[in-house]
């Protein structure tokens, strides 16, 4: 008689079973999965479910910005220590101020005063170099429209471009609204200045930093620092603790 493996008649009923060769060969080959679909054998380890990477920390900023400067200091280090990431945003208050009535802080009465003693305070709370700039608050459209031009070319270079600028307003005092400086602070890191300068007259460049306004506003960003996790607001430098615990707990 002859079965899944094929057979070989012997004498009487010593009846032996062989394997053909291509069966053999293709048993060889098939994974165990297979196999055990093949004689109808329970699957006992079913396949692991892939691990799906949590969506990066949206860090929404302003450069003239101290307390977004203060968190600009701390987030990276911050997330990286849950096995997050964080997608830098930078954006122009000048634009959410017209939407929400609101105005640098340094210029509402009584708060201005206020608000510059608890920057230096916070940086040193923080250990973080801090000098209030000279000119302030100023305009930061040709180092954000920067920002992400060098952000769709190299995400790393754009990292290390946001943090040269924010020290050199708040540490160094230059004025960052000038468009030199922003190029100068771009070229110490191997850009193509020229390229550069010439995108930041583009008018597609100005209307990706509106789209990204725009795109702020729409998720409710009114200030900076504004950082989202996981759909949950954060707002100001302040909210640190908070952050790293929700991401230690999973919310709460």
């Known amino acids: ?18 394997a053909p060769r291509s069966a053999a060969k293709r048993y060889d080959r098939v ?22 990477m949590p969506e990066p920390l949206e860090f929404y900023f302003d450069f003239s910005s ?37 105005a640098p802080l340094t210029l509402v009465p009584l708060k201005g005063e206020y608000s510059i003693r608890d920057f230096s305070r916070s940086a040193r709370f923080l250990d973080v170099a801090y000098q209030h700039p000279s000119t302030f ?11 992400y031009w060098l952000h769709d070319r190299d995400r790393a270079t754009a990292r290390a471009f946001a943090h040269s600028v924010f020290r050199a307003l708040y540490v160094e005092g230059r004025n960052i609204s000038e ?3 922003v190029l100068d602070l771009a070229a110490s890191h191997r850009v ?3 390229g550069l300068m010439t995108a930041l007259a583009d008018a597609k460049l100005k209307d990706r930093l509106k789209i990204e306004c725009d795109t702020a506003l729409a998720k409710g960003v009114f200030g900076s620092p504004y950082i989202i996790v996981d759909g949950e607001p954060f707002f100001g430098v302040d909210r640190l603790p908070q952050i790293d615990r929700w ?6």
């Open 137 to 147: 608050p100023l305009a930061t459209q040709h180092a954000a429209r920067a920002y």
């Open 247 to 252: 991401l230690a707990s999973g919310g709460f």
């Open 1 to 18: 008689m002859c079965g899944l493996f094929g057979c070989r008649r012997g004498d009487g009923a010593n009846l032996q079973l062989t």
């Open 192 to 194: 193509d200045r020229d």
């Open 66 to 102: 101290p307390y977004g400067y203060l968190a600009s200091e701390k987030i990276d280090d911050l997330a990286a220590r849950h096995g997050r990431e964080v997608r830098w945003r930078p954006i122009l208050l000048g634009v959410v101020f017209k939407q929400t009535g609101a």
């Open 31 to 52: 994974s165990e999965q297979e196999r055990d679909a093949e004689f109808g054998i329970a699957d006992n380890h079913p396949p692991q479910k892939k691990e799906i």
């Open 179 to 181: 468009c030199e400086v």
